[in-house]
């Protein structure tokens, strides 16, 4: 689960345009944004199979749009599943959704200055009053107790060392208790290669093996290569239309594309050029999608197509004399508030 942003800062007649600026040193931009659900295909590859992309509604935050997502998939799809997100999405608003679902698990990339908290102490027999909610302080930047459990593993060339602490829960939401995994990735003299650690919270069972989740997490960074060969490839960012509906139509058409090219990858002809490295560890490799994209016509000029051939339409006849088409309406860019209302301000 991941959101790219789509930018049409010149598009005034374009509605519930919004700001899409996320950090504090991006330049201002004016658009919308489109929260992607997609299914990771294959470890080591860059293959993803979309499952949904929905535009992010300027009163609604990316949180309450992917937890949405996620919660049509659980309904339309029973089987055990874990949803992989990245910092945007470590927040009570999108993990609440994880309490009312029995087969789907989250794992969520979290900050470091975030505070959790440990399990209240039971409460004692005779005494008044309503039951504590949170024990004590958690801090991500310095753990307050030993972790429950450690070890060590390698990653292809690189030592990664994980350490998880079990039976915490947010300020925010208490009733879900989950377990955090600490990812460090080691130089050869063991000491840690990057100042920050990788934190990582997970809600499913803590039976399972913390090399699966770290390497569950890493996977994710597939739906980045989708984004970028979307947008370089496939024209993602490139419809003009001042259509709110053509403009969301645009992007399932793109994603329909890419599942064109994720179900002909083993049917056309490989052409690879002669610099590429053609197996890994033994193995041939898989194409990616841009050599697919490359063999795409041949397969299709020899697949055909069962639409019938066009007929002709002959000269159109225009726009009657004296038509006037009446100014398109501009539209405010919409910024939202820090209270989560919408407020209307003067375009750029």
Same mark, same amino acid.
């Given at each position: ?77 029973? +089987? ?11 927040? $009570?608003?999108?993990?609440?959704? &994880? ?30 009053? !309503?039951?504590?909610? $949170?024990?004590?302080? &958690? ?31 947010? +300020? ?12 460090? &990735? ?38 980045? $290569? ?9 024209g993602l960012n490139s419809s003009r239309s001042?259509?709110?509906? !053509? ?9 329909? !594309? ?52 066009? +007929? ?11 038509? $006037? ?10 910024? +939202? ?8 301000? !003067?375009?750029?």
């Amino acid at each position: 689960l991941d959101a790219t942003k789509d930018e049409r800062p010149d598009a005034e007649t374009l509605p519930e345009r919004c700001s899409l600026k996320s950090q504090k040193d991006e330049p201002l931009v004016y658009g919308h944004k489109y929260s992607w659900l997609v299914r990771l295909v294959r470890r080591g590859t860059s293959w993803v199979a979309p499952q949904d992309t929905l535009r992010i509604d300027p009163e609604l935050s990316d949180s309450q749009v992917g937890g949405q997502q996620v919660k049509e998939l659980a309904e339309r799809n029973p +089987k055990p599943k874990v949803v992989v997100a990245d910092s945007l999405y470590g927040n $009570h608003i999108f993990l609440a959704i &994880f309490l009312l679902l029995q087969n789907t698990f989250a794992l969520v990339r979290m900050r470091s200055n975030n505070v959790l908290y440990e399990q209240p102490e039971p409460r004692q027999s005779g005494k008044k009053g !309503a039951p504590k909610k $949170h024990g004590a302080r &958690f801090k991500l930047s310095s753990p307050s107790r030993p972790a429950d459990c450690e070890e060590t593993f390698l990653l292809g060339a690189q030592t990664v060392r994980l350490q998880a602490w079990k039976g915490l829960h947010l +300020k925010k939401l208490p009733q879900l208790i989950v377990m955090m995994l600490r990812v460090e &990735f080691l130089k050869p003299d063991g000491r840690p290669r990057y100042k920050q650690p990788m934190w990582l919270l997970w809600t499913g069972p803590s039976g399972v093996p913390l090399q699966e989740l770290c390497k569950m997490y890493l996977w994710r960074f597939a739906i980045e $290569h989708m984004f970028r060969f979307l947008k370089q490839n496939l024209g993602l960012n490139s419809s003009r239309s001042n259509d709110l509906v !053509a403009t969301e139509q645009w992007m399932w058409m793109c994603a329909l !594309a890419y599942w064109q090219l994720l179900l002909m990858r083993n049917l056309v002809e490989e052409a690879r050029p002669a610099w590429h490295p053609r197996f890994r560890d033994g193995k041939r490799k898989e194409l990616t999608p841009g050599q697919v994209q490359r063999a795409a016509l041949r397969f299709l000029l020899q697949l055909g197509t069962p639409a019938k051939a066009p +007929k002709v339409a002959g000269k159109g006849k225009g726009r009657q004399k004296g038509y $006037h088409p009446a100014p398109r309406m501009r539209y405010p860019v919409v910024k +939202k508030a820090k209270t989560g209302h919408k407020q209307a301000v !003067a375009g750029p």
